[in-house]
């Protein structure tokens, strides 16, 4: 079965940087999309950025372009997800999900229905 196991986060201060991976298991990884959504405390999970099967088509929420980069290291099964000038308002459990389809397109799935498998989410916590 597919399994998705995020690490990386943490605390840390405005401004600061991390790196959460997530490494993937269960199926040929390079044929699916992955995404990275994060939920608040108290607030709806939402999506951060997704990257294609290929790498070749990324996509990001409006608030965090310019500070976070998604990538993929197919040869790894692994997604990465590299935040910079991280805000309070980034402190969320960040969560690690993927899709059920091979070779699909990522415009425009965006959606927590969009996707089909998750990980059990990172803490990451940016204080101010």
Same mark, same amino acid.
């Not at 965090?64 to 997604?79: L, P």
């Given at each position: 079965?597919?399994? $998705?196991?995020? @690490?990386?986060?943490?605390? #840390?201060?405005?401004?600061? !940087? $991390?790196? $959460?991976? *997530?490494? +993937? ?10 995404? =990275? ?5 108290? &607030? ?7 990257? !294609? =099967? !290929?790498? !070749? ?5 409006? /608030? #965090? &372009? ?8 197919? +040869? &790894? ?7 910079? @000038? $991280?805000?309070?308002?980034?402190? +969320?459990?960040?969560? *690690?999900?993927?899709?059920? &389809?091979?070779?699909? @397109?990522?415009?425009?799935?965006? /959606? ?5 498998? =998750?990980?059990?989410?990172?803490? #990451?916590?940016?204080?101010?």
């Amino acid at each position: 079965q597919v399994q $998705l196991v995020e @690490s990386g986060g943490g605390l #840390v201060q405005a401004g600061g !940087s $991390l790196r $959460l991976s *997530c490494a +993937a298991s269960g199926r040929t990884f390079s044929r699916y999309n992955m995404a =990275w959504f994060r939920q608040a405390p108290g &607030k709806e999970r939402e999506f951060v950025a997704a990257i !294609s =099967w !290929s790498g !070749s088509i990324i996509d990001y929420r409006d /608030s #965090v &372009k310019g500070r976070f980069t998604i990538s993929r290291d197919n +040869a &790894k099964n692994t997604v990465y997800l590299q935040m910079s @000038s $991280l805000k309070p308002e980034d402190t +969320a459990a960040y969560y *690690c999900a993927t899709d059920g &389809k091979i070779f699909t @397109s990522i415009i425009g799935r965006t /959606s927590i229905g969009d996707y089909d498998y =998750w990980g059990q989410g990172t803490q #990451v916590t940016v204080s101010s």
